[in-house]
Nanobody, 126 residues
Framework: QLQLVESGGGLVQPGGSLRLSCAAS????????IGWFRQAPGKEREGVSCISRRGGRTNYADSVKGRFTISRDNAKNTVFLQMSSLKSEDTAVYYCAASWVVHEMCAILSNEYNYWGQGTQVTVSS
């Protein structure tokens, strides 16, 4: 069974950091581009970042550029999202998603992704 599981969310003060993990089971992540998305209450889901299957290409939403870093460890079948300088507007449920690809590119478009995790809550508040 193909499964993605996010972890690492929690409550953090503004300016703080969190590291989210996305662990895959049932399939090898190195055939997939991985995206991170988030959805805040009352808002539409938005793309945050993505990383190509071998990690050679990354993309970020303008709202997180310079603060978030995506990376992957295919040997551990895991993708990470390091979030720093967190703001209250980063509060949301964060989801990782996988897209089977043959190329070394990625896009932060939710309709490109086939498999989704259940999400992890990130709350930025003092």
């Amino acid at each position: 069974q193909l499964q993605l599981v996010e972890s690492g969310g929690g409550l953090v003060q503004p300016g703080g950091s969190l590291r989210l993990s996305c662990a895959a089971s049932g399939f090898a992540l190195d055939y997939y581009a991985i995206g991170w998305f988030r959805q805040a209450p009352g808002k539409e889901r938005e793309g945050v970042s993505c990383i190509s299957r071998r990690g050679g290409r990354t993309n970020y939403a303008d709202s997180v550029k310079g603060r978030f870093t995506i990376s992957r460890d295919n040997a551990k079948n895991t993708v990470f999202l390091q979030m720093s300088s967190l703001k209250s507007e980063d509060t949301a449920v964060y989801y990782c998603a996988a897209s089977w690809v043959v190329h070394e590119m990625c896009a932060i478009l939710s309709n490109e992704y086939n498999y989704w995790g259940q999400g992890t809550q990130v709350t930025v508040s003092s």
